[in-house]
């Protein structure tokens, strides 16, 4: 089993890859509903104010118009007044002369015309509703002066009306002018009832599209959301996620897939862990296991029998050791707890070269070029030192072994047997071990941990025999020398 490998397919699950559509339970449309209503507010917001700025200045148009209609009329009567002499006869319809006055008076439809005789008496009716005669106006029409005003607010018939009486002079009477402002005030509930269901319109088309166009745009938002829902209650890990689109959620999608794809990978990569690290276990352990079934009859053994029984003891219980560290290095992966430093890799391999020759004894030569490095120092420093002391496993006295640092690549050249054809691609597999190297000692996992450190380096590992006739093998790794490591999935 090997340490990084290439990116694999999600685990299958019975039956195929399950689809979002097959998933249980339906998501609330929470997120849909506040973009309806946010769509709905912003054109509500919107309306009032559009609609509420249009009525008012519509209205006060409206209003201008009418008063400023109602005025003119009212500066025509006072003008023609003090011009000539007028009498009631002239207002009424019988008079030759009335309809060009009349014209003249109600140029608005809104304004209505009441003569009153020298009296005070209604001499010809307002239309459509005679209009109300107080003492004042009775006073106008039998006053001298002409021209003479009184403007009044007066409710006849159910309507509001504007009523001005203008005095005709000398006792001759008087003509009320009269604007139906109840007629404006129609017109402007007509006018606040139409901009109010606008409004209303708008508003609700707002959040219809807000509701559609919420529903595109969450669609696949939501589709994550059960994929993400499933997962967590599940467990499981092969959910079909969407990965399309360019926008944010797309690559929220893509980004998903990704990482459920390498929790599928760790998932399997632990599983297998488990399962190769308890077949690797019970051989020590079985073999500690018969060696203390026999230590109660210790004393009956021969001398030759007791040293090879002991000192099976200690090997079985060294290399028991060292498989569970090295196991538990790398199910915990503390490398990865180890932050990114500067230092010089040809330092790093002299600290190393002088480590292996105590431990072992052996004479290790290191070429080196000064290389100074950003990476994970302890880490590389354990894949050196696996590498010379898999060297020296396979190399025997007098020979040497090589440590050579070059920028960019390391490599340990030894003298052994060097390694089959057959197992030159599997060296750095977890607890692959060559037939030749089934007796010696070791966890089968030193090469695999140089690979992993390798790869979280952005480096690759090689293994080749050496072209010479005396033998040997070069086994190492290549890594960018600007490049800061990487975390491994």
């Known amino acids: 089993m090997s340490g990084l490998r290439p990116r694999l397919p999600l685990l299958p699950h019975v039956g195929g890859l399950r689809k979002l559509s097959e998933l249980p339970g339906k998501l609330p449309a929470g997120l849909r509903v506040r973009f309806a209503v946010a769509f709905a507010g912003v054109a509500a917001l919107v309306a009032v104010l559009v609609g509420g700025l249009g009525y008012d200045a519509a209205a006060n148009l409206i209003r201008h118009d009418r008063a400023s209609d109602f005025s003119q009329s009212l500066d025509t009567l006072v003008a023609a007044v003090d011009q000539s002499p ?3 006869s002239d207002f009424l319809p019988s008079n030759q002369n009335h309809d060009q006055l009349e014209d003249r008076l109600t140029q608005s439809g809104d304004i209505g015309i009441q003569v009153l005789g020298p009296a005070g008496n209604v001499v010809e009716q307002g239309a459509p509703d005679p209009l109300p005669v107080d003492a004042t106006d009775r006073r106008l029409a039998t006053g001298k002066k002409a021209g003479q005003i009184h403007d009044v607010t007066e409710d006849t018939g159910g309507d509001r009306y504007r009523v001005v009486t203008v005095s005709l002079g000398g006792g001759r009477g008087a003509v009320q002018l009269s604007e139906r402002l109840s007629a404006t005030d129609d017109l402007l509930d007509i006018l606040l009832e139409r901009t109010a269901l606008l409004a209303t319109t708008v508003v609700l088309a707002a959040g219809a599209a807000g509701w559609w166009l919420a529903g595109r745009i969450t669609r696949r938002l939501v589709s994550l959301t059960g994929a993400a829902e499933h997962v967590a209650s599940t467990g499981t ?117 002088d480590l292996a020759r105590r431990r072992t004894g052996r004479e290790i030569v290191v070429e080196a070029v000064p290389v100074p490095l950003t990476g994970r120092a302890g880490a590389l420093q354990r894949a050196l030192t696996n590498l010379v002391e898999n060297a020296a496993k396979f190399t025997s006295e007098p020979s040497e072994i090589l440590l050579r640092v070059q920028p960019g690549r390391v490599a340990v050249l030894d003298r052994g047997p060097g390694i089959d054809e057959a197992d030159l691609d599997r060296v750095f597999d977890r607890f692959y071990r060559a037939t030749a190297a089934r007796s010696l000692p070791g966890s089968g996992l030193g090469l695999a941990i140089v690979r992993e450190v390798a790869e979280s380096h952005g480096g690759t590992v090689f293994a080749r025999n050496r072209p010479d006739s005396r033998g040997g093998a070069e086994i190492g790794f290549t890594f960018p020398v600007s490049s800061p490591p990487t975390k491994r999935p």
């Open 86 to 88: 007028l009498y009631p």
């Open 237 to 353: 890990l092969d959910v079909d996620v969407p990965r399309r689109g360019s926008d944010e959620i797309g690559r929220l999608g893509r980004a998903f897939d990704d990482m459920l794809g390498r929790l599928a990978r760790s998932k399997d990569d632990q599983r297998r862990l488990v399962q190769d690290a308890g077949h690797e276990l019970r051989t020590p352990l079985t073999s500690l296991r018969t060696n203390i079934a026999a230590l109660p009859h210790l004393d009956r053994l021969p001398p030759e029998s007791k040293a090879a029984l002991l000192d099976d003891l200690a090997t079985e219980t060294r290399e028991l050791s060292v498989l569970v560290n090295e196991l538990v290095e790398l199910a915990a992966d503390r490398r990865e707890a180890e932050e990114p430093t500067e230092f010089d890799l040809d330092v790093l391999a002299e600290r190393v070269a």
